[in-house]
């Protein structure tokens, strides 16, 4: 059968692999916590393994999947990002989580719009959608901050999702958004210019 | 990168045991919506169904071993699963199995659990498997004994009680 080949994506802090067994701990830790509510969680032992088993097993089914994100630097963890697909989802969609002690570095910027530039340049989407709970105002902000925006006429997954609809590739490669994006990374990576502000994933 | 994703196919006289793919998530979403679910974690529903599927490649990837899907070796036709299982709340590797309503009554199931606990012995190292089985799951629970398995003591897996039964040794080929 198919052996999929995860391509390994770096970015000027990060490097993106596909999730390993050995990543196991952190994902375990963060689904057990509160972080996890907007994702379904907490879960216990059990639902906790089997989904990361289905992170491991989406990349074989779908192609395509949620990438494990390391600091460059230590190899450590800081959280996931990429693309979920579950059967019956209305659109492909680009998620991502960060580990509760890892938020506010600008990771989750960092790492999705580099995800979103591979599904974009290397695999042909036209477009993409984040489905987010209302709640959960970290990621309405970052979904913001990548120039996506709601939209009201899409469908959602179960009717407790909002919608935000990512740039097409076209408006994403005219328009200001990815050097804006990159302009706010290289602030992160460049603590003199640190963004202020409540903590942002 | 890739995923270590070895899942072997075994071939017995009329079935093929394969890795689990897209296409049978059709007929699997038709047995999580149904009462053959009941003993085997049902009803589930589309959305966890997926997650199901693939998460049993990610079983794979993790354990080594894992399900495999079956089907019929001349029309290629999905009937069920069998294989190891080993998650969070089991006490040791179980051997496993369903069978969709298509391949019922025909010994499918016991056909292609008799493989995988034969290639579990000689290629996982597991060579004295036990099964949880729902006391009422009569038709596994004679399946069970067909093979061979005795029942061992009473356990309770996720919260639901259960029978272990132990299947008997797989001498080393």
């Known amino acids: 059968m198919s052996v999929p080949t995860i391509p390994v994506l770096e970015t000027k802090r990060l490097v993106l692999r596909g999730p390993e067994p050995e990543d196991y ?5 963060t689904f057990a ?3 996890s509510r907007f994702m379904g969680g907490p879960l216990n032992a059990y639902e906790t393994w089997m989904l990361y088993a289905a992170e491991i097993g989406h990349w074989n089914i779908r192609g395509y999947g949620m990438w494990m994100i390391h600091d460059k630097a230590t190899d450590e963890t800081l959280g996931m990002a990429g693309g979920w697909f579950p059967a019956k989802w209305p659109e492909r969609e680009i998620a991502w989580i960060i580990w509760p002690d890892k938020a506010g570095k600008g990771y989750a910027l960092e790492a999705t719009h580099a995800v979103r530039r591979h599904f ?14 209302p709640k959960n105002l970290d990621s309405i902000r970052l979904a913001e901050r990548l120039g996506a925006v709601k939209d009201k006429t899409a469908a959602s997954v179960d009717g407790h999702d909002v919608v935000y609809r990512h740039p097409s590739p076209d408006a994403l490669r005219s328009s200001q958004i990815a050097d804006a994006i990159e302009m706010e990374i290289s602030h992160y990576a460049d603590p003199m210019f640190k963004p202020k502000g409540h903590a942002l994933d | 990168m890739s995923l270590t994703l070895n899942i072997p196919e075994i071939e017995t006289e009329r079935l093929r045991l394969r890795a689990p793919q897209l296409s049978d998530l059709e007929p699997m979403v038709a047995f999580y919506a149904s009462d053959r679910s009941a003993f085997v974690g049902g009803p589930r529903d589309e959305a966890a169904t997926f997650t199901s599927l693939t998460s049993r490649l990610g079983h794979w990837v993790v354990r080594g071993y894992g399900l495999w899907h079956f089907e019929d070796k001349t029309s290629g036709t999905f009937l069920g699963w069998t294989g190891i299982i080993n ?17 019922e009554g025909k010994g499918y199931a016991s056909e292609a659990a008799i493989a995988a606990r034969s290639y579990a012995a000689e290629h996982f190292g597991l060579s004295h498997l036990m099964s949880y089985l729902a006391p009422a799951n009569s038709r596994s629970v004679a399946m069970a004994k067909r093979l061979g ?3 061992e003591h009473e356990h309770e897996l996720l919260g639901k009680f259960c029978h272990v039964y132990r299947h008997p040794k797989v001498e080393a080929l």
């Open chain 1, 25 to 29: 701990p952190n994902f375990k830790a």
């Open chain 1, 33 to 35: 916590s509160y972080r």
């Open chain 1, 120 to 133: 974009y340049e290397q695999l042909g989407w036209d477009g993409a959608v984040s489905y987010i709970d």
């Open chain 2, 87 to 103: 998650a969070p709340g089991w006490h040791e590797p179980e051997l496993g199995w369903s069978v969709l309503a298509e391949g």
């Open chain 2, 149 to 151: 398995a005795t029942f």
